[in-house]
Protein backbone atom coordinates (compact mmCIF):
# COMPACT_ATOMS: atom_id res chain seq x y z
CA UNK A 1 0.00 0.00 0.00
CA UNK A 2 1.54 3.22 -1.21
CA UNK A 3 -0.10 6.82 0.79
CA UNK A 4 -1.39 8.90 -1.41
CA UNK A 5 -2.80 11.69 0.72
CA UNK A 6 -4.79 12.32 4.03
CA UNK A 7 -7.54 14.51 4.38
CA UNK A 8 -6.43 16.73 7.41
CA UNK A 9 -6.69 20.16 7.53
CA UNK A 10 -4.14 22.30 8.89
CA UNK A 11 -3.73 25.87 9.99
CA UNK A 12 0.24 26.65 8.94
CA UNK A 13 2.40 26.41 6.51
CA UNK A 14 4.35 23.49 7.28
CA UNK A 15 7.57 25.47 7.16
CA UNK A 16 10.03 22.65 9.21
CA UNK A 17 8.57 19.69 7.04
CA UNK A 18 9.09 21.65 3.70
CA UNK A 19 12.36 23.01 4.76
CA UNK A 20 13.78 19.57 5.97
CA UNK A 21 12.22 18.00 2.50
CA UNK A 22 14.47 20.68 0.80
CA UNK A 23 17.37 20.00 2.81
CA UNK A 24 17.26 16.28 2.22
CA UNK A 25 17.00 17.01 -1.10
CA UNK A 26 19.46 19.06 -1.66
CA UNK A 27 22.42 16.94 -0.15
CA UNK A 28 21.26 14.15 -2.16
CA UNK A 29 21.94 15.83 -5.40
CA UNK A 30 25.13 17.64 -4.53
CA UNK A 31 26.29 13.78 -3.38
CA UNK A 32 25.34 12.58 -6.71
CA UNK A 33 27.95 14.69 -8.37
CA UNK A 34 30.29 13.69 -6.41
CA UNK A 35 33.09 10.76 -7.14
CA UNK A 36 31.79 7.17 -5.94
CA UNK A 37 34.73 7.14 -3.77
CA UNK A 38 33.72 10.28 -2.09
CA UNK A 39 30.28 9.26 -1.90
CA UNK A 40 31.21 6.02 0.05
CA UNK A 41 33.66 7.77 2.42
CA UNK A 42 30.74 10.49 3.47
CA UNK A 43 28.46 7.80 3.89
CA UNK A 44 31.30 6.03 6.31
CA UNK A 45 32.43 9.01 7.97
CA UNK A 46 28.68 10.39 8.64
CA UNK A 47 27.08 7.71 8.50
CA UNK A 48 26.25 5.43 12.00
CA UNK A 49 28.36 2.62 12.12
CA UNK A 50 26.90 1.07 15.12
CA UNK A 51 30.47 -1.08 16.10
CA UNK A 52 31.88 2.31 15.86
CA UNK A 53 29.47 3.15 18.30
CA UNK A 54 29.74 0.20 20.37
CA UNK A 55 33.63 -1.01 20.06
CA UNK A 56 34.91 2.65 21.35
CA UNK A 57 31.57 4.37 22.77
CA UNK A 58 33.57 7.24 24.58
CA UNK A 59 37.02 6.60 25.18
CA UNK A 60 38.41 8.22 22.34
CA UNK A 61 37.79 11.57 21.93
CA UNK A 62 37.79 12.44 18.18
CA UNK A 63 35.60 8.74 17.63
CA UNK A 64 33.50 9.63 20.30
CA UNK A 65 32.49 13.62 18.75
CA UNK A 66 32.54 11.21 15.36
CA UNK A 67 29.63 9.28 16.74
CA UNK A 68 28.14 11.89 17.98
CA UNK A 69 28.00 13.87 14.79
CA UNK A 70 26.73 10.90 12.99
CA UNK A 71 23.79 10.60 14.99
CA UNK A 72 22.82 13.95 13.53
CA UNK A 73 23.65 13.56 9.86
CA UNK A 74 23.45 10.17 8.95
CA UNK A 75 19.76 11.35 9.32
CA UNK A 76 20.11 13.80 6.23
CA UNK A 77 21.72 11.03 3.66
CA UNK A 78 20.05 8.46 1.51
CA UNK A 79 21.40 5.60 -0.73
CA UNK A 80 19.40 6.50 -3.54
CA UNK A 81 15.64 7.85 -5.23
CA UNK A 82 13.67 5.06 -3.95
CA UNK A 83 15.24 5.53 -0.73
CA UNK A 84 15.00 9.68 -0.81
CA UNK A 85 11.88 9.92 -2.18
CA UNK A 86 9.64 7.15 0.09
CA UNK A 87 10.82 9.39 3.17
CA UNK A 88 10.15 12.59 1.93
CA UNK A 89 6.83 11.39 0.33
CA UNK A 90 6.19 9.96 3.54
CA UNK A 91 7.09 13.08 5.71
CA UNK A 92 5.12 15.33 3.49
CA UNK A 93 1.93 13.32 3.89
CA UNK A 94 2.43 13.26 7.79
CA UNK A 95 4.76 15.59 8.61
CA UNK A 96 2.40 18.50 8.54
CA UNK A 97 -0.77 17.85 10.43
CA UNK A 98 2.13 17.03 13.13
CA UNK A 99 3.84 20.37 12.98
CA UNK A 100 0.68 22.21 12.98
CA UNK A 101 -0.41 20.32 16.00
CA UNK A 102 3.16 20.89 17.73
CA UNK A 103 4.46 24.18 16.43
CA UNK A 104 7.82 24.53 14.20
CA UNK A 105 10.37 24.88 16.98
CA UNK A 106 8.75 21.72 18.86
CA UNK A 107 8.18 19.67 15.92
CA UNK A 108 12.08 20.23 14.87
CA UNK A 109 12.97 18.90 17.64
CA UNK A 110 11.00 16.13 18.13
CA UNK A 111 11.73 15.16 14.43
CA UNK A 112 15.82 15.32 15.65
CA UNK A 113 15.27 13.52 18.94
CA UNK A 114 13.04 10.54 17.59
CA UNK A 115 15.38 10.35 14.67
CA UNK A 116 18.33 9.88 17.28
CA UNK A 117 16.38 7.57 19.39
CA UNK A 118 15.99 5.26 16.43
CA UNK A 119 19.50 5.23 15.83
CA UNK A 120 20.23 3.82 19.00
CA UNK A 121 17.47 1.18 18.90
CA UNK A 122 19.18 0.03 15.44
CA UNK A 123 22.89 0.25 17.70
CA UNK A 124 21.48 -1.61 20.72
CA UNK A 125 19.97 -4.35 18.57
CA UNK A 126 22.88 -4.85 16.26
CA UNK A 127 25.87 -3.67 17.85
CA UNK A 128 28.11 -5.69 15.84
CA UNK A 129 27.14 -4.45 12.56
CA UNK A 130 29.54 -2.15 10.62
CA UNK A 131 26.93 -1.53 7.57
CA UNK A 132 26.63 2.56 7.83
CA UNK A 133 22.90 3.40 8.87
CA UNK A 134 21.70 6.05 6.99
CA UNK A 135 18.28 7.64 6.13
CA UNK A 136 15.72 9.79 7.45
CA UNK A 137 13.30 6.77 8.30
CA UNK A 138 13.63 6.52 12.00
CA UNK A 139 12.84 10.31 12.36
CA UNK A 140 9.90 10.17 9.54
CA UNK A 141 8.45 6.79 11.97
CA UNK A 142 8.60 8.81 15.02
CA UNK A 143 6.37 11.26 12.81
CA UNK A 144 4.12 8.61 12.28
CA UNK A 145 4.41 7.84 15.78
CA UNK A 146 2.92 10.98 16.42
CA UNK A 147 0.40 11.59 14.09
CA UNK A 148 -1.19 7.69 15.29
CA UNK A 149 -1.55 9.32 18.69
CA UNK A 150 -3.63 12.90 17.18
CA UNK A 151 -5.09 11.67 14.01
CA UNK A 152 -6.56 7.69 14.55
CA UNK A 153 -9.71 8.59 12.82
CA UNK A 154 -8.10 10.27 10.60
CA UNK A 155 -8.32 8.85 6.63
CA UNK A 156 -5.50 8.30 4.38
CA UNK A 157 -6.62 7.15 0.69
CA UNK A 158 -3.81 4.49 -0.70
CA UNK A 159 -2.59 3.46 -3.56
CA UNK A 160 -2.90 -0.38 -4.12
CA UNK A 161 -1.11 -1.57 -7.35
CA UNK A 162 -2.85 -4.60 -8.52
CA UNK A 163 -1.76 -6.28 -11.91
CA UNK A 164 0.03 -3.21 -12.66
CA UNK A 165 -3.43 -1.32 -12.42
CA UNK A 166 -3.35 1.28 -9.84
CA UNK A 167 -6.65 1.22 -7.13
CA UNK A 168 -7.47 3.43 -4.88
CA UNK A 169 -8.87 2.60 -1.31
CA UNK A 170 -9.27 5.18 2.52
CA UNK A 171 -9.10 3.77 5.30
CA UNK A 172 -8.54 5.33 8.91
CA UNK A 173 -4.85 6.20 9.88
CA UNK A 174 -4.75 3.70 12.61
CA UNK A 175 -5.28 0.74 10.52
CA UNK A 176 -2.97 2.14 7.83
CA UNK A 177 -0.25 3.14 10.25
CA UNK A 178 -0.94 0.40 12.71
CA UNK A 179 -0.52 -2.22 9.73
CA UNK A 180 2.93 -0.50 8.62
CA UNK A 181 4.28 -1.30 12.24
CA UNK A 182 3.35 -4.72 12.25
CA UNK A 183 5.09 -4.42 8.97
CA UNK A 184 8.38 -2.93 10.32
CA UNK A 185 8.06 -5.32 13.56
CA UNK A 186 7.55 -8.36 11.46
CA UNK A 187 10.98 -7.58 9.54
CA UNK A 188 12.65 -6.56 12.48
CA UNK A 189 11.92 -9.79 14.84
CA UNK A 190 13.33 -11.65 11.11
CA UNK A 191 16.57 -9.58 11.31
CA UNK A 192 17.10 -10.88 15.01
CA UNK A 193 16.88 -14.56 14.22
CA UNK A 194 18.57 -14.62 10.95
CA UNK A 195 21.41 -12.71 13.10
CA UNK A 196 21.33 -10.28 10.07
CA UNK A 197 19.65 -6.94 8.80
CA UNK A 198 16.81 -8.40 6.01
CA UNK A 199 16.75 -6.51 2.96
CA UNK A 200 19.39 -4.05 3.71
CA UNK A 201 16.82 -1.73 5.61
CA UNK A 202 17.51 -1.01 9.70
CA UNK A 203 13.80 -2.24 10.75
CA UNK A 204 14.59 -1.89 14.53
CA UNK A 205 15.06 1.81 13.46
CA UNK A 206 11.68 2.20 12.24
CA UNK A 207 10.01 0.63 15.61
CA UNK A 208 12.18 2.27 17.99
CA UNK A 209 11.34 5.71 16.18
CA UNK A 210 7.74 4.85 16.03
CA UNK A 211 7.40 4.00 19.62
CA UNK A 212 9.10 7.28 20.85
CA UNK A 213 6.90 9.35 18.41
CA UNK A 214 4.00 7.76 19.98
CA UNK A 215 5.18 8.08 23.53
CA UNK A 216 6.54 11.10 23.68
CA UNK A 217 4.43 13.18 21.17
CA UNK A 218 2.17 14.77 23.71
CA UNK A 219 5.15 16.49 25.71
CA UNK A 220 5.43 18.36 22.57
CA UNK A 221 1.79 19.07 22.22
CA UNK A 222 0.92 22.76 24.34
CA UNK A 223 -2.26 23.94 23.96
CA UNK A 224 -6.02 22.98 23.26
CA UNK A 225 -5.28 22.56 19.21
CA UNK A 226 -3.62 19.92 19.66
CA UNK A 227 -6.04 17.84 21.09
CA UNK A 228 -9.11 17.74 18.74
CA UNK A 229 -8.69 15.17 16.00
CA UNK A 230 -9.86 17.29 13.05
CA UNK A 231 -11.30 14.83 10.39
CA UNK A 232 -13.70 15.16 7.61
CA UNK A 233 -16.82 12.96 8.52
CA UNK A 234 -16.67 9.66 6.76
CA UNK A 235 -19.14 9.70 3.68
CA UNK A 236 -17.82 13.16 2.47
CA UNK A 237 -16.53 13.42 -0.82
CA UNK A 238 -13.30 14.53 -1.81
CA UNK A 239 -10.92 14.77 -5.18
CA UNK A 240 -7.19 13.49 -5.19
CA UNK A 241 -5.18 15.83 -4.94
CA UNK A 242 -6.90 18.18 -2.00
CA UNK A 243 -5.39 19.34 0.76
CA UNK A 244 -7.40 21.75 3.19
CA UNK A 245 -5.68 24.52 4.51
CA UNK A 246 -6.75 27.18 7.21
Known amino acids: MIPIQDIVPRKT ?15 FILMLNLPAQVREAIVINFGVVPA ?36 MWTLWIFGDNVEDRMGHRRFLVFYLLCGIAATLVHVWLHPD ?11 IS ?23 FP ?7 VLYIGWWYLLQLFSGTLSILHGKIVGGVAWWA ?32 YNLGEKINR
Not at 142 to 164: C, D, K, Q, T
Not at 167 to 173: D, L, V
Open 142 to 164: GVLGAYYGLFPLARVIVMIPIFF
Open 13 to 27: FPIVTVSLIALNSLI
Open 129 to 139: STIPMIGASGA
Open 167 to 173: FFFEMPA
Open 206 to 237: HVGGFVVGLLLHRLFCVGENCFPDEVRPWGVS
Open 52 to 87: RITQFGLGDAGVALQNVISLFTAMFLHGGWIHLFGN
